[in-house]
């Protein structure tokens, strides 16, 4: 079955420290694999996906993520970090190439971000 | 790009009453549709994929007689929450895998209160 781990639930960071954000999935294949932040009351902005080819995909907001295959892992980074990104991020899995299939999402991790 | 829209944003009801929550696909047709619950400050939890002229798939655990879910047309999902109780406040979510590729568009959810 599909899962993803998001390690960290609360992370905090100063400003304009650097940031990585864990997620490491269990999938048979290769899915597809999402990143998603969320502001308090707010739905789901999509940072940044990662369907195949160059495993380092570059995002919004100055975020990317590397997919490593060997380590089952999807992680987001951001090289400096701004006070407007304290938010909720979530890692997500998808089927690729099946319609039906819903995303999959990790518990989340809460980014706090530190004058 | 594809774009869900859910409505309403934000919906009050009083305790027993049936709430009904919309989610139309804009710009294309949506053969399958997501329905996400999130409780606060917790991840988005699958409740049930909807399929365009059948019944829906709800996922172990969700009550489908009290998560109505009917899809009847290729751009319109809905899902009623019947005889609401306070314990059924939540962040509700719609989605749509997007036409033509992997990704997968979001409302921008329903706060539903139940008082």
């Known amino acids: 079955a599909q899962s993803v781990t998001q390690p960290d639930i609360h992370i905090t960071v100063s400003e304009g420290a650097s940031l990585e954000l864990r997620c490491n999935y269990s999938y048979g294949a290769t899915p597809y694999l999402f990143w998603y932040v969320q502001s308090p009351g707010q739905g789901l902005q999509l940072l940044l996906k990662y369907f195949s080819g160059d495993t380092l995909v570059q995002g919004i907001k100055g975020f990317e993520a590397e997919f490593k295959r060997s380590q089952s892992s999807f992680n987001l980074r951001k090289p400096s970090v701004h006070w407007s990104d304290a938010a909720e991020y979530f890692c997500a899995v998808g089927a690729p190439n099946q319609a039906g299939t819903a995303l999959i999402f990790g518990k989340g991790t809460t980014l706090s971000v530190s004058s | 790009g594809a774009v869900v829209s859910q409505h309403p944003s934000r919906v009050i009801c009083k305790s027993g009453t049936s709430v009904k929550i919309e989610c139309r696909s804009l710009?294309?047709?949506?053969?399958?549709m997501f329905w996400y619950r999130q409780f606060p400050k917790k991840s988005l939890m699958l409740m049930a994929t909807?399929?365009?002229?059948?019944?829906?798939?709800?996922e172990q655990g969700v009550e489908k007689d009290k998560f109505l879910i009917n899809h009847a047309s290729l751009t319109l999902s809905t899902l009623t929450v019947t005889s609401a109780h306070p314990e059924d406040s939540s962040f509700y979510i719609c989605?749509?895998?997007?036409?033509?590729?992997?990704?997968?568009?979001f409302g921008s959810g329903t706060r539903l209160t139940v008082v």
């Open positions: 989605s749509a895998k997007e036409p033509g590729g992997g990704g997968y568009t």
């Open positions: 909807s399929n365009e002229g059948s019944k829906a798939t709800y």
């Open positions: 710009d294309f047709q949506a053969t399958t």
